[in-house]
Structures are given as structure tokens and as C-alpha cells.
């Protein structure tokens, strides 16, 4: 078995901010605590030098994309609805810690951000992110959009059920009350705001990405 590679991890906003060696002590500075911004890197040289620079030169930040697609193909799909939020979730492994956040999708400002959970999917992460969405621009009554690049929280959404094969646990029970919560509010909610699929292969990485791949 190959031996896991270490990891340092950068808080630039959280209860305290530093670089930390382990993700459990990570998790501390991080765990509610709204807006909390962290990374992890692969020497802690890089991380060190993470911590004195903007994290926005390290959250979502990539190099210029060129999408693949004929000019025909991309004058068909055509640009993004900037009126419009963008929800993302990323994951550990699979399961493994996972988080999601939405964001203003021309701006990447930050509008909300939960987690890290234990032993979560990415597929709930999503599903969580779009009913997450979903409930915050209700309560702000705003007719703007959700852009997910995930087929399949889409149709979760549609049935207003998280369809995971994830088993249930001790280790998970927090994430699925979450779940249950945002089931029973798909239920018991109406609302007119249209989820759309974010066209990666014509506009890159979806605004609410977290840039950690």
C-alpha cells in the first residue's frame, strides 16, 4: 500500500489563521466559521508562501481556458446568464470530507459555504448546494438563475430526493439531517427560480469551483 502524502494546509480566514500540518487541526480554525477560506498544499514551503499572498491568487484561480468546441458549437450555447448564482461541491475522496458553496457567478464573490462534512459524496454535495441555492434566493427574492454543472443533482432535484447509494452512519449522521432538511424543503417549498446546467466544455470550470483540483 502507498504510503498517503502529506498535505499542509493554509487558513486565510477562519478562527485562526497560520498554516496547520494536519487536517484536524484545520478543521478547527475552519468548522463554523462563516466564510472560513483555506487550501491544502503539498510542501509547506508553497503554503507558507500561499499564506503572505491574496487567496484569491490560489481559490478558483486558473490559467486562461480555451474551450475545445467549434466556433459553431460555442455561438450555439452562446454565454453565461451573469444574473445568476453558481453552486459547486468538492470532496476528499469519494465518499471523504466534503463541502459545497455558491457564489455570484460573475463576480466569484462568496455567498454561502458549508462544511467540511464527514464521509460525504459529491453528488449530495451538489444536491445540498442547489437546495442551499435555492432557499437563499428565495429568501432574498431574486429571479436570478442557478448554474450546477452536475447532470444528476439536477434530477435528484427534480424527484426532491438525494437518490445516494451512501450507507448511513454514526460518522455521517450530521450530513444526512442536512439532507432530510433539504428534502423536507423541496416538499413543503414552491419557487420559480430555473436551475440550469453550467456548459463546461464551453465556458471552463464553473464559477463556484474550488480551484483544488
Known amino acids: 500500500m502507498s504510503k498517503k502524502k502529506k498535505k ?7 478562527h485562526k489563521t497560520g498554516v496547520f500540518e494536519s487536517w484536524d487541526d484545520c478543521k478547527a480554525q475552519i468548522n463554523n466559521f462563516d466564510g472560513a477560506i483555506y487550501k491544502s498544499f503539498s510542501t509547506l514551503d508553497a503554503a507558507k508562501k ?3 499572498e491574496n487567496y484569491k491568487n490560489y481559490i478558483g484561480k486558473s490559467s486562461k481556458f480555451k474551450s475545445e ?3 459553431a458549437q ?3 450555447i452562446g454565454q453565461p446568464n451573469y ?6 461541491a468538492a470532496v476528499s475522496g469519494n465518499p471523504g470530507k466534503m463541502e459545497y458553496r455558491g457564489v455570484d ?3 466569484k464573490k462568496q455567498l454561502f459555504i458549508q462544511g467540511p462534512f ?15 441555492g435555492l432557499a437563499f434566493l428565495k429568501k432574498h427574492k431574486s429571479n436570478r438563475i442557478i448554474y450546477t454543472d452536475s447532470r444528476t443533482a439536477i434530477s435528484w432535484i427534480k424527484k426532491k430526493k438525494c437518490n445516494t447509494k451512501l450507507e448511513r452512519t454514526d460518522k455521517n449522521k450530521m450530513l444526512f439531517e442536512l439532507v432530510d432538511r433539504a428534502e423536507n424543503w423541496l416538499k413543503t417549498n414552491t419557487y420559480k427560480t430555473i436551475i440550469v446546467k453550467w456548459e463546461t466544455k464551453a465556458w471552463g470550470e464553473i464559477p463556484a469551483d474550488f480551484g483544488r483540483k
Open 8 to 14: 499542509y494546509y493554509t487558513v486565510w480566514k477562519g
Open 50 to 52: 500561499a499564506l503572505e
Open 69 to 71: 468546441l467549434s466556433d
Open 74 to 76: 460555442l455561438k450555439k
Open 83 to 88: 444574473n445568476s448564482i453558481s453552486v459547486d
Open 105 to 107: 457567478t460573475k463576480t
Open 118 to 132: 464527514e464521509e460525504g459524496t459529491n453528488n449530495i454535495g451538489e444536491f445540498l448546494a442547489i437546495v442551499h
